[in-house]
């Protein structure tokens, strides 16, 4: 049952990261540019959920190549999706 649900976590960080991708680059990301670099970002799906180790070097590689833009875009998405699905803000700070 726990693999079960740390591969659906997995899978919803991927789905996330596809998805910032796509709204990134509709929000004017830059001409193309912000897909490709956070499609990268994939490879840090198994980073993404709780309780995971350190990142690989192939998920820091991917982190450090995306540019400020389109990190700044996707965080902005981020921010954004509670209140375009109607739900409260999320608040993680203690």
Same mark, same amino acid.
């Given at each position: 049952?726990?693999?079960?649900?740390? +591969?659906?976590?997995?899978?919803? &960080?991927?789905?996330?990261?596809?998805?910032?991708?796509? $709204?990134?680059?509709?929000?004017? $990301? $830059?001409?193309?540019?912000?897909?490709?670099?956070? +499609?990268?970002?994939?490879?840090?799906?198994?980073?993404?959920?709780?309780?995971? $180790?350190?990142?690989?070097?192939? &998920? &820091?590689?991917?982190?450090?190549?995306?540019?400020?833009?389109?990190? &700044?875009?996707?965080?902005?998405?981020?921010?954004?999706?509670?209140?375009?699905?109607?739900?409260?803000?999320?608040?993680?700070?203690?």
């Amino acid at each position: 049952m726990a693999a079960s649900k740390g +591969n659906a976590a997995a899978a919803a &960080c991927a789905l996330v990261l596809v998805l910032l991708a796509v $709204g990134a680059e509709a929000q004017g $990301g $830059g001409g193309g540019e912000c897909v490709p670099q956070l +499609n990268r970002l994939l490879a840090c799906r198994a980073y993404a959920v709780p309780g995971a $180790g350190d990142p690989s070097a192939e &998920c &820091c590689s991917a982190l450090s190549s995306i540019s400020q833009g389109c990190a &700044c875009s996707a965080i902005s998405i981020m921010n954004s999706l509670p209140s375009r699905c109607h739900l409260s803000q999320i608040n993680c700070s203690a």
